[in-house]
C-alpha cells in the first residue's frame, strides 16, 4: 500500500525548534518530489516547502524562509522537515504530499498529517 | 504570486443534484490546475490534476473543466459523503504553490 506517515509534532515554545518526520511505503521513494503543506486551525492549505527527487532542489515559503529546512534520506525513504524559531504561526497540522509526476505538479498522495503547536 | 480565488464560499446542495465550484487564477495557468477534497479530520485527497483528468479511483460524477484563468468543478449525482472542503491549487508558476480558501459544499 502506498503510504506516507508523518511524526515529531507536538508543542513548543516561540523560540524553539522541531524537526518532523515522514516515512514514506509502497512506492520508489527516490523517484518523487515531495512537499511539506500546513493547515492552521480552522484555515485552508498553505504550501510550506518542496524537495526534489535528489533533494538536491529546495523550495520554500517565503513565510518560512530562513527558519525551516527541509531535507531527504533517499535510503530511509524519509522526509524531514526542521522547523527553528517557531512563532505562534506556524501552528498547524503539517502534511507531506507527494507530487504526482516530477517537480510541479499535483500532490497524489498525502499523509495524515502531525500537529505542531507554537505556545508559551 | 498566482493568487487562487474560489467561489462560493458555501454551497448546500440537495441530494441527487448538481453542484458546480469554481475557481479563478490572478493569470493565466494553462491547464495546469488541481482539486483536493478534504472531509473533517482528514488530509486533503486529489481529485482532479491537470484542469480535467480524474485521479484514481475518483467516480466519474467528478469531473472538471476550464483553462486560462477560470476553472470549475462540477459534481454530479450528489451523496451524503461529498459534503466536505474542496480546494483547487495552481501548480503552473511555482514556488510558490497556491492554493483557493476553499469551498465548503453542505448536502442538504
Known amino acids: 500500500e502506498v503510504q506516507l506517515l508523518e511524526s515529531g509534532g507536538g508543542l513548543v515554545q516561540p523560540g524553539g525548534s522541531l524537526k518532523i518526520s515522514c516515512a514514506a511505503s509502497?512506492?520508489?521513494?527516490?523517484?518523487?518530489?515531495f512537499n511539506w503543506v500546513r493547515q492552521a486551525p480552522g484555515k485552508g492549505l498553505e504550501w510550506v516547502s518542496a524537495?526534489?527527487?535528489?533533494?538536491?532542489?529546495?523550495f520554500y515559503a517565503d513565510s518560512v524562509k530562513g527558519r525551516f529546512t527541509v531535507s531527504r534520506d533517499n535510503s530511509q525513504s524519509m522526509l524531514y522537515l526542521q522547523m527553528n524559531n517557531l512563532r505562534a504561526g506556524d501552528t498547524a497540522v503539517y502534511y507531506c504530499?507527494?507530487?504526482?509526476?516530477?517537480?510541479?505538479?499535483?500532490?497524489?498522495?498525502w499523509g495524515q498529517g502531525t500537529m505542531v503547536t507554537v505556545s508559551s | 504570486e498566482v493568487v487562487m480565488t474560489q467561489s462560493p464560499a458555501t454551497l448546500s446542495v440537495s441530494p441527487g443534484e448538481r453542484a458546480t465550484l469554481s475557481c479563478r487564477a490572478s493569470?493565466?495557468?494553462?491547464?495546469?490546475l488541481a482539486w483536493y477534497q478534504q472531509t473533517p479530520g482528514q488530509a486533503p485527497r486529489l481529485l482532479i490534476h491537470?484542469?480535467?483528468t480524474r485521479a484514481t479511483g475518483i467516480p466519474a460524477r467528478f469531473s472538471g473543466s476550464g483553462s486560462g484563468t477560470e476553472f470549475t468543478l462540477t459534481i454530479d449525482s450528489l451523496r451524503s459523503e461529498d459534503s466536505a472542503v474542496y480546494y483547487c491549487?495552481?501548480?503552473?508558476?511555482?514556488?510558490?504553490?497556491?492554493f483557493g480558501q476553499g469551498t465548503r459544499l453542505e448536502i442538504k
Open positions: 493569470q493565466s495557468i494553462g491547464s495546469n
Open positions: 509502497g512506492f520508489t521513494f527516490s523517484s518523487y518530489a
Open positions: 491549487q495552481q501548480y503552473n508558476n511555482w514556488p510558490p504553490y497556491t
Open positions: 524537495i526534489s527527487p535528489t533533494g538536491r532542489s529546495t
Open positions: 504530499a507527494r507530487e504526482y509526476y516530477g517537480s510541479g505538479s499535483a500532490f497524489d498522495i
Open positions: 491537470g484542469t480535467s
